[in-house]
């Protein structure tokens, strides 16, 4: 079944503490994207990463950092998580970044205290 | 900057009516939109693309289109069912690489 998975998909941590998201999928996509979604603020793209080692920033990238080591993962990465990053995260791809549709994953929600 | 809206009240319809939702951009013309549905708890599920030199896009009771000039993009729904309530988002494409999404509308579709 082609999917998009994250894991985890529920995190409680404290402030500083550094995390990791994976993402990961089996569609043989290029193009992969990480969002963060808030109420009123709806998804805001945080990085996004055209193939192998080719990643570049979204609208909100302060806080975050991402790797594209091999083309099926693309983890999103906290060094130091504030309060201000609890949120719900999403990642996504598609088989190219021109390409009609973007498959998402589940969701990982994130409280940072 | 670059703006989306959307309705931002819940629309609630009868069930068996065309349900239409709104999305507006600003300050940019997108080379084609794309719309997708979101549950409670889920990821958003792609719907239907339309492309900028297309005015209108139909997949079996869904319907978008597409005006350019109005900057603006109608997505309806026909012979709506309780299972259509969900968030709608609309998300135009910028540049080659970025999206941006709306913040959506809830639709509740009353039986």
């Known amino acids: 079944e082609a999917q998009v998975t994250q894991n985890p998909r529920y995190l409680i941590t404290v402030t500083g503490k550094k995390l990791t998201v994976t993402c990961s999928q089996n569609?043989?996509?290029?193009?992969m994207s990480w969002y963060r979604q808030d109420p009123g603020l709806g998804l805001r793209q945080i990085y996004y990463?055209?193939?192998?080692?080719?990643?570049d920033k979204g609208d909100v990238p302060e806080g975050y950092k991402v790797s594209r080591k091999e083309k099926r993962n693309f983890p999103l990465i906290l060094e130091s998580p504030s309060p201000n990053q609890t949120s719900l995260y999403f990642c996504a791809s598609s088989s190219s970044p021109g390409a009609d549709t973007q498959y998402f994953g589940p969701g990982t929600r994130l409280t940072v205290l | 900057s670059q703006k989306i809206e959307q309705n931002s009240e819940a629309l609630n319809i009868q069930e068996g009516k065309t349900a239409t939702l709104t999305c507006n951009y600003t300050n940019y013309s997108p080379a084609y939109l794309q719309w997708y549905r979101q549950d409670p708890g889920r990821g958003p599920v792609f719907l239907l693309l339309?492309?900028?030199?297309?005015k209108e896009k139909r997949k079996e009771r869904l319907k978008v289109t597409f005006d350019t000039t109005l900057k603006q993009s109608l997505f309806h729904i026909t012979a709506s069912q309780p299972a259509d309530s969900a968030t709608y988002l609309c998300a135009p494409r910028i540049g080659t690489y970025k999206y941006i999404f709306g913040t959506g509308t809830r639709l509740k579709v009353l039986a």
């Open positions: 569609m043989n996509h290029e193009y």
């Open positions: 339309i492309r900028e030199n297309e």
């Open positions: 990463s055209m193939n192998v080692e080719v990643t």
